[in-house]
C-alpha cells in the first residue's frame, strides 16, 4: 500500500536539469522502488510503501534502507553503487539533491550499467555460456561462504517464517484467488512438515545465512567481463536470512 505522495520528488529526479545537465531521464518503475537513469549513472529511490514484509513508509525509513543497501551490495558488486544522496527541502518549498534542508527522501546512485548485460536479457539472448555460468556457480559459492551463519531457530521453522510472509503478501496482492492462495499455502505447509527433519539439519550444519534473498538472473550483471550480484534484500533480515539452496533456487526457476 502507498502511505506517502512522492510526486514531487519523482519530478524532480525526471528533470535534467537535477542532475546539472540536459540528458534525457528514463524512469523504470518496481513494486517498491523507481530508478532513474541519466547520462552513465542511475538513482535509485524507495517507493513510500507499505507491505506485510516492507516498511519504507517514512523518509527515514526509506533512508535507512538506502544506506542499508549500498551497505550490503557494495560486497558483492564493487565500482556499482557510489552512495546515498538525500532529498532535502529548500527555502521556497523546493527541493534538492544532497542539500543542507529538511529531509524529505533518499536515493542510491549507482554507475548506470548495459541493460545487454543483466543475465536475464542475455539468457533470452542465449548468451549464457557454461564458462559464464560456472564463473556465476563459482561467485555464488564464494559469496554464501562469507556471509554470517543464522542459529535464530530451526531450519523448519525459519522456512515456516518464509511462509508465513509468502502468505501474508498473498493476502494483499490482486494475482491470485482466494482459493487458489489457500491451496498453494496448503501445498507449501505439506512439504514443509514432509521435509523439516532435513530443513533442521541443514541448520545444524551452518546452511543458514544471511543470503541474497532475491538472487535470481535480473539481479546479476556483468560488469568488466565479470558477474556481479546486486539488488540483494536489504529491507527485511527475515526474508533474507534463509537456507543457502533457498537462495539458490531463485536463480535454479529462471535457468529451468
Known sequence: MIVEDQES??????????????????????HISR??????????????????????????LRLAACEKEVELNSKTAPGLYLGVRRIT??????????????????VIEMVRFDQSKLLDRMAVGGDLTPALMTAVARMIVQYHRGVPQIHDG????????????????????????????????????????RHSGLLDRREAAGKIRRCHG?????????????????????????????????????LLMDLW
Open 9 to 30: 520528488v519523482t519530478s524532480m529526479l525526471m528533470n535534467p536539469a537535477t542532475y546539472g545537465g540536459n540528458d534525457a531521464v528514463e524512469a523504470i518503475e518496481t
Open 35 to 60: 530508478i532513474f537513469l541519466v547520462g552513465r549513472r542511475a538513482f535509485k529511490m524507495k517507493r513510500a510503501v507499505k507491505l506485510p514484509y516492507v516498511d519504507f513508509s517514512t523518509a527515514a
Open 89 to 106: 527541502r529548500q527555502a521556497g518549498d523546493g527541493l534538492a539533491l544532497n542539500g543542507a534542508g529538511e529531509l524529505v527522501d533518499a
Open 154 to 193: 530451526s531450519g523448519s521453522s525459519n522456512l515456516a517464517d518464509v511462509l508465513d510472509i509468502n502468505e501474508a503478501g498473498f493476502a494483499t496482492s490482486r494475482v491470485f484467488e482466494q482459493a487458489e492462495i489457500k491451496t498453494l499455502t496448503e501445498s507449501f505447509r505439506t512439504a514443509l512438515e
Open 214 to 250: 532475491d538472487l535470481h538472473l535480473r539481479n546479476i550483471c556483468l560488469m568488466d567481463g565479470e558477474p556481479r550480484l546486486f539488488d540483494c534484500v536489504e529491507f527485511n533480515d527475515q526474508i533474507a536470512s534463509t537456507d543457502v539452496l533457498y537462495d539458490l533456487a531463485f
